[in-house]
């Protein structure tokens, strides 16, 4: 499983500091690469827009 990041995503930057596997990647909206995702949830807690959420 990997977190994933929803088209509620504003690109303000505030979770890809927070990734200790530095899994995000920045774009018109950001992008978790689910190979990399360990689950930690740290992303999500730190996101505006609550636009990050574990994938089903
Ligand atoms: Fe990175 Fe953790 Fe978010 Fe996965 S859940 S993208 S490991 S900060």
Known sequence: MAYVITEECIACGSCISECPV???????????????????GSCADVCPSEAIHPDK
Do not use: R
Not at 24 to 38: A, F, K, N, Q, R
């Open 22 to 40: 530095e899994a995000i990647s920045e774009g018109d909206i950001y992008v978790i690469d689910p190979d990399l995702c360990t689950d930690c």
